[in-house]
């Protein structure tokens, strides 16, 4: 069973404020199972984009949150496009803006084959 995707973003926030970061919710979706997009943000400007992770990276008993890398340390421009295009196809998906320099910790990553 896969939690509530409020609960996720409640969830991810503590821990990041606990590592000595900063979140914030940028855009709040469907509370049941909004898909949720993380925007991390770097002290040089540039941003990383994570998105839900394609359905082939989750097993039959997976009821965790997986994500994928969109983009990689891209000028600001070039995420709200991505967000923007994401926004038409999903209006009810949440964003969740991280400052914080590692995100290891806080959620899986998975890297494309």
Known sequence: MRLKSDIVIAAMIRRV????????????GAEEAGAIFIRQRFRDGLETLYAPAPQNFFGEDDGGRKFEVRAEKAEPEAIREILARELRFDPDLWLLELEIDD???????????
């Open 17 to 28: 404020f606990g590592l000595g970061g900063f979140a914030a919710v940028e855009k709040k």
């Open 103 to 113: 995100v290891a910790d806080l959620f899986e990553v998975v890297k494309p084959a």
